[in-house]
């Protein structure tokens, strides 16, 4: 199975919820594309206690932590969607998008294109604070344009209850996980997270 883990926006913590996902069902991690430091493949080979879960080579990586097409662009270089092959896997995948779902790739494709263009199953990470409800249901909308299927969410942050039920009322969506601030994010924390996970996975 392929999954895509995406965001409503920069910093939301797809990183974290993708090591936790290849902790969780020992599988392989790619970042698509890259762009900026420190690289996320890193991170999630930090936080892996696994050492035989693959980590895929990213298909761009550039230099300028910006939007993918602009940070290609600084490069003069293209994005095109064509050049994204997925790689040789023998167990579930896990493929980390950059930012947002309407991050632009270029000037027709954006990064929520590859989920589909994979057949991915979605996860979507939404990290709480004022607006949070706004940009996840307009994330969902989007979603829900291109016909993906979604697993569930994960939220991220300080516990709003209020928040997380109206999100889950209108999307419909399970919650899949709550991560919470944690003061040092570590293997330790993303073994806690991967027993929790577990606890609410159907399927």
């Known amino acids: 199975m392929n999954y895509f883990v995406t965001a409503i926006g920069t910093d939301s913590g797809k990183t974290l919820v993708s ?4 902790t969780t069902f020992q ?55 064509d050049d994204f ?20 790739l270029n000037d027709s494709d954006f990064v929520i294109d590859l989920a589909q263009k994979f057949k991915a199953e979605v996860i979507l990470v939404s990290n709480l604070y004022l607006g949070s409800i706004n940009h996840t249901l307009l994330t969902w909308e989007a979603l829900q ?8 969410i994960i939220f991220n942050g300080i516990p709003n209850t209020e928040s997380e039920r109206i999100i889950l009322h209108h999307t419909g969506l399970p919650c899949l996980l709550h991560i919470h601030q944690e003061e040092v994010v570590d293997k330790g924390v993303v073994e806690k997270y ?6 609410h996975w159907h399927g």
């Open 27 to 81: 599988a392989d991690y790619w970042k698509p594309v890259q762009a900026g430091f420190p690289a996320d493949s890193e991170t999630v080979r930090r936080l892996l206690d696994n050492p035989d879960v693959n980590i895929h080579k990213e298909t761009y990586f550039f230099k300028t932590s910006a939007s993918p097409h602009a940070a290609a662009a600084l490069e003069n270089i293209k994005i095109r969607l």
């Open 145 to 152: 344009q291109r016909n993906l299927t979604v697993k569930g």
């Open 19 to 22: 090591a936790i996902l290849c």
């Open 85 to 104: 092959v997925i790689p040789a896997h023998t167990k579930d995948l896990i493929i980390e998008g950059a930012g947002g779902c309407l991050v632009p």
């Open 194 to 199: 991967s027993k929790k996970l577990m606890q």
